[in-house]
């Protein structure tokens, strides 16, 4: 089983729909946790943290729910601008460098 | 401000030839790493520095890769002999303090795509 895992989609969804996306992780001592949006050709960037009690910038929403060991990533009145691939994070369990990333889920918002 | 600066861009070399990756991490910051992105296996760490040190290389491939680190401002990724399985995006990405104590942000530089034929 891989470290962390997400569904690569794509999502294909509509102006202003609200998508999720979730990921796992296998290791439970993992303790911080992140969103990256990486657009087509670039490099990833940093869109979120996920903290314990969850938490919201603008459209995005962003959860954690470790009994399950996963995150979650919410976006609502989805735009055009929102088509991404989006990367889950993870910093391995017991280190203090080792970010770990989802092979990432593609979003495709259509007009 | 000028970001993580990556060398080459673009390169396309044949089987067996050695290829060599360049970084320069933003100023002050003290930790960098070297992933390596494809289609297949998502983004992976290969290794990462602090203070110049390297304190993780566990994610290297193998023998045919090395990484140096010889200062604060550049770090090198070697392949030796390079094969065509190492095609992929190599990204370079630096931080600022641990990454368990602050906002978790790395930042990418542009990326090297590395062609093997």
């Known amino acids: 089983r891989k470290e962390v895992e997400q569904d690569p989609g794509p999502f294909n969804v509509p102006e202003g729909a609200t998508v999720a996306f979730n990921c796992t992780y296998s290791n439970s001592a993992s303790q911080s946790f992140f969103w990256y949006r990486q657009d087509c050709r670039k490099e990833p960037k940093l869109l979120m943290s996920?903290?314990?009690s969850g938490n919201e910038d603008g459209r995005f929403t962003a959860q954690l729910n470790r009994a399950s060991q996963y995150i979650s990533l919410l976006i609502r009145d989805s735009k055009l601008s929102d088509s991404a691939t989006y990367l889950c994070a993870v910093i391995r369990g017991g280190s203090q460098g080792n970010l770990i990333f989802g092979k990432g889920t593609k979003l495709s918002v259509k007009p | 401000d000028a970001g993580v600066i990556q060398s080459p861009r673009h390169e396309v070399t044949e089987m067996g030839q050695e290829v060599t990756l360049r970084c320069k991490p933003i100023?002050?910051?003290?930790?960098l790493f070297w992933y390596r992105q494809t289609m297949m296996r998502g983004l992976e760490l290969l290794i990462y520095f602090n203070n110049n040190v390297p304190i993780d290389d566990s994610g290297m491939p193998e023998d045919r890769f090395s990484a140096k680190m010889p200062n604060a401002s550049f770090s090198t990724l070697k392949i030796q002999p390079s094969e065509p399985r190492d095609s992929a995006v190599y990204f370079c990405?630096?931080?600022?303090?641990?990454?368990?104590?602050?906002?978790?942000?790395?930042?990418f530089g542009e990326g090297s795509r590395l062609t093997v034929l």
């Open positions: 996920v903290y314990s």
């Open positions: 990405a630096s931080s600022l303090l641990r990454l368990a104590a602050n906002t978790g942000e790395l930042f």
């Open positions: 100023s002050g910051h003290d930790y």
